[in-house]
């Protein structure tokens, strides 16, 4: 061997015993606090974690977290046996902020047994000067998710993967869930256990905190979407996308809403929710008022399928469409809400009355086709024609131009986003555009992301959306298990106008994926703005920026 052989020999072994090695791991347990690192990633929890009061933890993107299955405790309950495993409890402070790019995760350190959580998951105590804040994070298999009492707590653009995976705000003065992406949330034969009684796992569960918005969530998995516990203040439930992927055995609600004081402030609007659920929404005292809302659900068990059950005299249900359910709206005990400009379109009854002694008069300006407005007198403006939606079996509501419901909506309501009189539905038909205008020749008036075609699609399908002004564009195509599968235009700064673009099928790394369900995202946020959501904790989202999905469905 020559001298500079062996020298380039002797440097090398230097290398390998003084270099970090290519893969380590960091082992943490008990008291933490400070900042978790992306290069002492991934780090394995070995016992229970608790960020103390008055402390921090900061964790980077990139970060991995990975719990130790260590069984703690068990309860035996009605249920049977609840085992508790190890938490992240944080009474201070906890800021976890990923990237699109490089995500956090709080994820299981190895497989659990089916049907079985991992760890507790993430418990904040008592935080209420700070507002702990999760973004772009994954968490799976843990037992409760993110669950918080007396807290300020934000989560955006985050996946929760599992069978009992949630977010629960109880107790705590703000709690903003936006813009996230969950499965599973079933629990065999577990019932969660409070003093108001025994509900279901559930997506999202809020409870007895001051305001609380819920904004573009999608949730797609057997069990509640989203539960209200009641007692909240400001209640807001937005624009989120909820589908039961289940049979409807367990008769799960699309939105549950137990509201116990009659002048909360709830506001149910923009959602759609599909899928196998006993109810897509579920009322059980209070009032609320229920607008713009798409219901349309499909259980073996008819009687079951009722897209807005039990609302009280206080509640108002506006702008809404209720299309091939069982029964649209189902009333107990002379409860007669408000129902005006709602469009019911092949539902088995429009609405159903049980127990009630007189014909409900608050009906007006509604559009029921076929059956007629089933035990109510159907007021003034009231009509039985076909709505002509665009496509509403593959999940398109617009109305066609020659729709009757458009300006059919009450005159007193406020004007459509056109500023013409207001129409019936969920969806407005915006008169100062046309859907099949290839051009970018007019000014729209607000974000829209229109049905992709043709749905269901083969080998190819065209995408649509529309800006009012110049915004950055984002366009996501997710999986039913919350996985991004492929992107377009990511961030991008577009003028006003109409914009399409082709999916041929394909993931990121341009393999052809499989057959099934894919959902679209389509985000669209103000250039001008950094994050989303201000100091003051209120979401910037309006008719010119946030978020729109839709269902795509390839076949193969």
Not at 61 to 74: A, H, M, T, W
Not at 195 to 201: A, K
Not at 228 to 247: A, R
Not at 257 to 282: F, H, K, M, P, W
Request: one cysteine or more.
């Amino acid at each position: 061997m020559n001298i500079n052989a062996f020298l380039r020999f002797c440097f090398f072994i230097f290398l390998l015993l003084s270099a970090r090695p290519l893969y380590s791991q960091t082992h943490i347990s008990g008291i933490i606090s400070g900042v978790l690192h992306q290069e002492d990633s991934p780090f394995i929890v070995d016992s229970t974690l608790e960020v103390p009061a008055g402390d921090s933890l900061i964790i980077e993107p990139g970060v991995e977290l990975r719990f130790k299955r260590v069984k703690v405790d068990s309860i035996y309950t009605p249920a049977g046996w609840i085992y508790t495993y190890i938490w992240l409890e944080v009474y201070g402070t906890i800021i976890a902020e990923g990237t699109e790019t490089d995500s956090i995760r709080f994820i299981a350190d190895e497989e659990p047994p089916p049907g079985f959580a991992s760890y507790m998951g993430i418990k904040i105590e008592n935080s209420i000067i700070d507002t702990n804040h999760f973004s772009y994070i994954h968490m799976n298999h843990s037992y409760h998710g993110i669950l918080t009492y007396f807290s300020k707590l934000v989560v955006e653009n985050s996946s929760f993967i599992g069978f009992f995976n949630r977010v629960d705000g109880r107790d705590s003065s703000i709690v903003f869930v936006w813009n996230n992406e969950g499965s599973g949330g079933k629990c065999n034969g577990c019932l969660y256990f409070e003093s108001i009684g025994n509900i279901n796992i559930a997506g999202i569960i809020v409870r007895y905190t001051q305001y609380a918005r819920i904004l573009d969530n999608t949730y797609m998995g057997e069990g509640d979407g989203i539960h209200d516990g009641g007692g909240n203040g400001t209640l807001i439930i937005e624009g989120n996308y909820l589908e039961n992927v289940g049979t409807g055995e367990d008769e799960y609600t699309g939105i549950n809403l137990y509201q116990y004081v009659e002048d909360d402030s709830l506001l149910v609007t923009e959602n759609i929710i599909t899928g196998a659920y006993y109810r897509g929404i579920g009322m059980y005292g209070g009032g609320a008022t229920i607008s713009k809302n798409i219901i349309s659900i499909d259980i073996e068990d008819d009687w079951g399928e009722m897209g807005i059950s039990d609302p009280t005299i206080e509640t108002v249900i506006v702008n809404n469409n209720l299309v091939d359910n069982y029964t649209g709206i189902y009333i107990m005990e002379n409860n007669f809400p408000t129902i005006k400009n709602n469009i019911f379109y092949e539902n088995g009854y429009n609405i159903y009355c049980a127990y009630t002694t007189t014909p409900g008069t608050t009906s007006s300006y509604n559009d029921y086709y076929p059956g007629g407005s089933g035990c109510f007198i159907q007021g003034e403006g009231d009509i039985s024609e076909n709505p002509l939606f665009v496509d509403w079996q593959n999940g398109d509501y617009h109305l066609q131009a020659n729709s009757p419901c458009i300006d059919a909506g009450d005159p007193n309501s406020p004007l459509d986003p056109d500023s013409t009189r207001a129409d019936m539905g969920a969806l407005f038909y915006d008169q100062s555009v046309s859907i099949d205008d290839e051009k970018v020749s007019f000014l729209p008036t607000g974000f829209r992301l229109h049905q992709n075609t043709p749905n269901p699609f083969n080998s190819q399908t065209t995408i649509k959306y529309e800006l009012a002004v110049v915004s950055n564009v984002s366009l996501f195509i997710y999986n039913i298990l919350g996985d991004v599968v492929k992107t377009f235009e990511m961030h991008q700064r577009k003028v006003p106008g109409l914009y399409k673009l082709v999916w041929d099928g394909r993931d990121v790394r341009g393999v052809p994926v499989g057959s099934g369900v894919y959902l679209l995202k389509l985000q669209i946020t103000d250039p001008s703005v950094s994050g989303s959501y201000g100091s003051s904790g209120n979401i910037l989202t309006d008719q010119f920026y946030g978020t729109q999905i839709i269902k795509i469905l390839l076949i193969k």
